[in-house]
């Protein structure tokens, strides 16, 4: 089984950005969706960004239209891009290759270890 590095968290004001990286060991072309989770203490692990082969992508509510996922296929890496950030966007974040965006929570890989990503008000 392949790994997640993801990288590119700190801690930043609202209102800026930050992008997140994930380098997987594995070509990421052979699967269907890519996906970006964040889990906020006392929290579950949801879905905030995904992203199929195809190029169609999903977006949790709370981050519509301020985050984007991409890939750059020929680095096997995803990226999240996070602009307009908020307090409650504060939460360790992670990547990884779920079944499909139809089931995002049963994923192909062990977790990675995360990055964690800060705004303060």
């Known amino acids: 089984q392949g790994q997640l590095m993801e990288s590119g968290g700190g801690l930043v004001q609202a209102g800026t950005s930050l992008r997140l990286s994930c380098t997987v060991t594995?070509?990421?072309?052979?699967?269907?969706?890519l996906a970006w989770y964040r889990q906020a203490p006392g929290n579950q692990r949801e879905l905030v960004a995904g992203?199929?082969?195809?190029?169609?992508?999903q977006y949790a509510d709370s981050v519509t239209g301020r985050f984007t996922i991409s890939a750059d296929y020929a680095k096997n890496t995803v990226y999240l891009q996070m602009n307009h950030l908020k307090p409650e966007d504060t939460a360790l974040y992670y990547c990884n290759i779920p079944e499909s965006l139809g089931v995002p929570m049963t994923v192909y890989f062990h977790w990675g270890r995360g990055t964690q990503v800060t705004v303060s008000s």
């Open positions: 992203l199929t082969r195809d190029g169609v992508t």
């Open positions: 594995r070509e990421i072309n052979r699967f269907k969706a």
